[in-house]
């Protein structure tokens, strides 16, 4: 019988600047998937030409594969769908810091543990006296 690995979940919560108050659940992806979009997400982020629509445009698909849902409303307070339609009705801007949040929660560092040691008793090394040793008699 097999191990399989669940596919973890994420919610991105922004507390502050022009998206405050949007929250969004993504699920994780297969490594290949996340290493395209990090690789697709460099180019978005940078200026460039009509021949990169079509890369812009696989970004913006790969990362709505990773979407179950979010709060965001039009302009006449309906909720827009967490699909790839959806994700088209946002501007350039916001998703493109969607999915720069969205990378940084699945592939980013945890923070650091707190201390919980006291630190202990200092080591005998450390209550060793170190000057130098008094000058041999036999010289």
């Given at each position: 019988m097999g191990y399989q690995i669940g596919?973890?979940?994420?919610?991105?919560v922004f507390d502050d600047g022009d998206l405050a108050g949007l929250e969004v659940?993504?699920?994780s992806l297969p490594l290949g998937a996340l290493l395209d979009i990090a690789k697709l997400a460099g180019?978005?982020?940078k200026q460039f030409d009509?021949?990169?629509l079509g890369e812009?445009?696989?970004?913006?698909?790969?990362f709505a594969d990773a979407l179950l849902s979010w709060n965001v409303e039009d302009e006449a307070g309906a909720a827009?769908?967490?699909?790839?339609?959806?994700?088209?009705?946002?501007?350039?801007?916001?998703?493109?810091q969607l999915i720069s949040e969205?990378?940084?929660?699945?592939?980013?560092?945890?923070v650091p543990l707190p201390k919980t040691s006291s630190g202990g008793q200092p080591s005998?090394?450390?209550s060793m006296p170190m000057e130098p040793l008094s000058p041999s008699p036999a010289i």
């Open positions: 596919q973890k979940v994420y919610r991105l659940r993504t699920r180019l978005a982020g009509v021949a990169d812009v445009e696989k970004l913006f698909s790969l827009v769908p967490a699909t790839p339609e959806g994700l088209r009705l946002l501007d350039f801007g916001t998703v493109i969205w990378i940084e929660a699945v592939a980013g560092v945890a005998l090394e450390a």
